[in-house]
């Protein structure tokens, strides 16, 4: 049976680096037979949290539904039902993007998290997905995971969707040109990595 493969994309821009990056990615798992989605998440209707935390009242394994009438559901929904997930973001002020940021805080509902309860414990702790995590930067790709926090950032929400990371992808020096392109290299290893998802 083919794979599922979504990915999450958290930059602003079509036809940049994170894109450029994210699409050799899935091309490679489409050669190996992979089926895949991209979402754009400046093309869904996300809310803010409103720390209502009714997500999170309900005990259980199954992930609390949001009250929040917006495109959330259909995405996790969606993660859910795949075998493996791409989350991607460039680095913006140190971290990932705002609007990865309003993702991330919406998942609430993978914790059961009471009232009363000194803090969140999570609904599984089985990772079933497998991820690749993908941040770009104008400092050198190195530096992403020692002087930012978007690896910690993307490895979290990887983490809270239950999937383990088995690929990272740094890409620097990134902030030199409006319309900057991975290197061919870059975008082979991109490739590679996306074949081993499948």
Same mark, same amino acid.
């Given at each position: 049976?083919?794979?599922?493969?979504?990915?999450?994309?958290?930059?602003?821009?079509?036809?940049?680096?994170?894109?450029?990056?994210?699409?050799?990615?899935?091309?490679? +798992?489409?050669?190996?037979?992979? !089926?895949? =989605? @991209? /979402?754009?998440?400046?093309?869904?209707?996300?809310?803010?949290?409103?720390?209502?935390?009714?997500?999170?009242?309900?005990?259980?394994?199954?992930?609390?539904?949001?009250?929040?009438?917006?495109?959330?559901?259909?995405?996790?929904?969606?993660?859910?039902?795949?075998?493996?997930?791409?989350?991607?973001?460039?680095?913006?002020?140190?971290?990932?993007?705002?609007?990865?940021?309003?993702?991330?805080?919406?998942?609430?509902?993978?914790?059961?998290?009471?009232?009363?309860?000194? +803090?969140?414990?999570?609904?599984? !702790?089985? =990772? @079933? /997905?497998?991820?690749?995590?993908?941040?770009?930067?104008?400092?050198?790709?190195?530096?992403?995971?020692?002087?930012?926090?978007?690896?910690?950032?993307?490895?979290?929400?990887?983490?809270?969707?239950?999937?383990?990371?088995?690929?990272?992808?740094?890409?620097?020096?990134?902030?030199?040109?409006?319309?900057?392109?991975?290197?061919?290299?870059?975008?082979?290893?991109?490739?590679?990595?996306?074949?081993?998802?499948?």
């Amino acid at each position: 049976m083919n794979k599922k493969i979504v990915a999450i994309v958290g930059s602003y821009r079509k036809g940049g680096t994170i894109d450029a990056a994210v699409e050799a990615i899935l091309a490679g +798992a489409r050669e190996k037979g992979a !089926k895949t =989605h @991209t /979402l754009y998440l400046t093309e869904q209707h996300i809310e803010f949290c409103t720390n209502c935390r009714e997500c999170g009242m309900k005990e259980g394994p199954e992930r609390g539904k949001c009250q929040q009438n917006d495109d959330l559901e259909g995405i996790l929904t969606e993660i859910e039902a795949a075998d493996a997930v791409v989350l991607a973001s460039p680095v913006n002020c140190g971290s990932v993007t705002a609007i990865f940021r309003r993702f991330m805080e919406r998942l609430l509902g993978c914790f059961y998290w009471p009232w009363g309860q000194p +803090a969140p414990k999570p609904r599984s !702790k089985v =990772h @079933t /997905l497998k991820s690749i995590l993908v941040a770009s930067s104008a400092m050198p790709g190195f530096m992403i995971p020692l002087f930012t926090g978007a690896s910690t950032a993307l490895r979290r929400a990887a983490n809270i969707l239950g999937a383990k990371p088995v690929g990272t992808l740094w890409i620097g020096l990134a902030g030199g040109e409006p319309d900057h392109q991975p290197s061919a290299r870059t975008l082979r290893r991109a490739r590679r990595m996306g074949m081993k998802l499948a």
